[in-house]
C-alpha cells in the first residue's frame, strides 16, 4: 500500500455541486493531516490542516476516519475558482516532520 | 503572516553553471524544507533542516547542496546540474516538530539546459 493515496480524477462537475475526494494513508501513528491546494504552476497552500475527527471552514469539510485510515475532503456548491489540484498531505512521525504528499486530484467546475 | 518568499522567481542555467536558491521566512519557524516537484507531480521532499541542522536528505545528489546561515534563511546550491533537474524547486518552513503544518513559498521555476 502506498504511504499517501489519491484518485488523480479529474472530478469535472457544474457550478453548485458538492463534490468529495478520499485520501487514504498507510500509517496509523500519523495524528495530523492537511488538505493542500495548488493552482497550476503555482506552489500548494494550505487549505485545511485535521488533527482530531475533522474541521469545517465554511464550504469546505475535512472528516478523519481513523479505522479505515482515510480523510476525505467535501466541497459545498462549488465554484468556477475551486478549480485547482488537491493535494492530501501526511506527515511521518519522528523527530522531524517528512511530509508526504499524495498524487493529488484534479478538479475541474464548469458553468 | 505565513509568507515564505523565494528567489529567483525563475532561473535558466546550463549545466557547467553554479547557481543558488533562496528562501526566507520570518514566522519563527525552526523547521525549513527545501521540495522539488515536476509536472503532474506532487511535490518530492529532499531536504530538511531543523534548528539549523540538516536532518533528513532523501538521497538527493551531491549537485544539489543546501546551507542554513540561520533560523530564517535556507538556501540551496547548484553545480553541474542535469536538464531532468529541471524542475519547480519549493521552499516551505513549519513550526519544529514532527506534526506542524508546513507553508510553502512560491517557488523557483528552474530550467536546466
Known amino acids: 500500500r502506498k504511504e499517501v493515496e489519491q484518485d488523480p480524477g479529474p472530478f469535472n462537475v457544474p457550478e453548485g455541486a458538492t463534490v468529495a475526494f478520499n485520501c487514504t494513508y498507510s500509517n496509523s501513528a500519523s495524528q495530523s493531516f492537511f488538505w493542500y491546494r495548488q493552482d497550476c504552476r503555482k506552489e500548494p497552500k494550505l487549505l485545511m490542516s485535521?488533527?482530531?475527527s475533522g474541521n469545517e471552514d465554511g464550504r469546505f469539510t475535512a472528516q478523519l476516519n481513523r479505522a479505515s485510515q482515510y480523510i476525505s475532503l467535501l466541497i459545498r456548491d462549488s465554484k468556477l475558482s475551486d478549480s485547482a489540484t488537491y493535494l492530501c498531505a501526511v506527515p511521518t512521525t519522528g523527530t522531524a516532520s517528512k511530509l508526504t504528499f499524495g498524487t493529488g486530484t484534479r478538479l475541474q467546475v464548469t458553468l | 503572516d505565513t509568507e515564505v518568499t523565494q528567489t529567483p522567481k525563475h532561473l535558466v542555467m546550463g549545466m557547467t553553471n553554479k547557481k543558488s536558491l533562496k528562501c526566507e521566512q520570518h514566522m519563527g519557524h525552526r523547521a525549513m524544507y527545501w521540495y522539488k516537484q515536476k509536472a503532474k507531480k506532487p511535490p518530492e521532499l529532499m531536504f530538511v533542516y531543523s534548528y539549523e541542522k540538516l536532518s533528513i536528505n532523501e538521497s538527493v545528489p551531491s549537485r544539489f547542496s543546501p546551507e542554513c546561515p540561520n533560523s530564517s534563511l535556507l538556501n540551496l546550491h547548484l553545480h553541474a546540474l542535469q536538464p531532468e533537474d529541471s524542475a519547480l524547486y519549493l521552499c516551505a518552513s513549519s513550526q519544529a516538530g514532527s506534526q506542524e503544518t508546513q507553508y510553502f513559498g512560491p517557488g523557483t521555476r528552474l530550467l536546466v539546459l
Open positions: 485535521v488533527y482530531s
